[in-house]
């Protein structure tokens, strides 16, 4: 009985502390995690005279030519999901863990969505731009998104301590940047790694970061996505009383019912006008404070 407790508690525990993680890193982990366990298992079943495992690389890794990311754009998204061994995705999952959090929490899951598959579909384009040099092989892994996170991170947390083992505390603008220096010193060294598309990665998510602080609104990019899926027919459908239309202007803050109408529609007002960054601490924290009551 004893085991039993202990083993629910656990469960409970995990399933507390995976709820707790911000939305887009939880969803990345998770796909990740459920495609490497359905490959450990199903990998090895033979279609057509070859494992499964090969069709999926073959059909959905990155191929760093041109012509295949035209035909075959979706290997842009599908290749950050496939990983080559378990310490391949722990360690990636891990990083985006340990700095991601602190990142989507502060500028939101849509802005942090567009950062994570902007910083991964660059790096992707920066591999093709330089594959003539360094050839062409199919990529796999989650590594150039996490690079861009990572850079996000160092830049808005310079100074905050990275603990690494057998090390002492490092600020993270040097971890970081030592890890870029790493992946340049190793670039065409032929040890398997697509350094390239770590570095790409990293540029693309400190020009995606720096666009973001500058005013930019990066979460207008997935919008359009979201209001197809609002919009399905099944979403009509499922729609039992009218919405307040300001609530779509709220880009990075998910919020699903209204709670105090007086306060919200001042500040849903406000963001119309000036946009989420117009808003000042006490509102921003005041915004969140009425999503969670929901």
């Known amino acids: 009985m004893q085991g039993m407790y202990q083993q629910d508690s656990f469960r409970s525990a995990f399933k507390r502390g995976f ?7 939880r969803t990345i982990i998770a796909i990740n995690v459920i495609v490497f366990i359905f490959q450990a298992i199903f990998g090895n079943i033979q279609v057509g005279g070859q494992p499964l495992n090969r069709h999926i690389v073959y059909y959905l890794a990155f191929d760093p030519s041109l012509g295949t990311a035209i035909t075959q754009p979706w290997r842009l998204i599908t ?25 989507e929490e502060a500028v939101g899951p849509r802005t942090f969505a567009v950062l994570f598959f902007g910083a991964g579909i660059g790096g992707a384009f920066f591999h093709i731009a330089f594959s003539f040099l360094y050839g062409t092989t199919f990529v796999i892994g989650a590594s150039g998104a996490v690079f861009g996170v990572m850079v996000a991170f160092a830049y808005m947390f310079p100074r905050a301590p990275i603990m690494l083992i057998f090390l002492p505390p490092i600020e993270a603008r040097f971890v970081v940047a030592g890890l870029i220096a790493f992946n340049v010193l190793f670039i065409g060294s032929g040890d398997g790694v697509a350094r390239l598309v770590h570095l790409g990665g990293a540029g693309i998510g400190y020009l995606l970061i720096k666009a973001h602080y500058g005013g930019h609104d990066l979460s207008k990019y997935v ?32 919020i699903v019912e209204e709670t105090d109408q007086t306060e919200l529609d001042a500040i849903l007002e406000k ?13 921003k924290k005041k915004l969140f404070e009425l999503s969670k009551r929901n």
């Open 79 to 103: 290749y950050m999901f496939l990983h080559g061994g378990g310490f391949h995705l722990l360690f990636n999952m891990l990083w985006l863990w340990w700095m991601g959090r602190s990142v």
């Open 19 to 25: 709820q707790r993680m911000p939305l887009i890193i």
């Open 223 to 254: 919008r359009p996505i979201e209001r197809l899926w609002k919009e399905s027919p099944k979403k009509k459908e499922k729609k039992s009383r009218p919405k307040n239309k300001k609530m779509y202007n709220v880009s990075d803050v998910e």
């Open 271 to 283: 963001i119309s006008k000036s946009g989420y960054d117009g808003l000042t601490a006490e509102e």
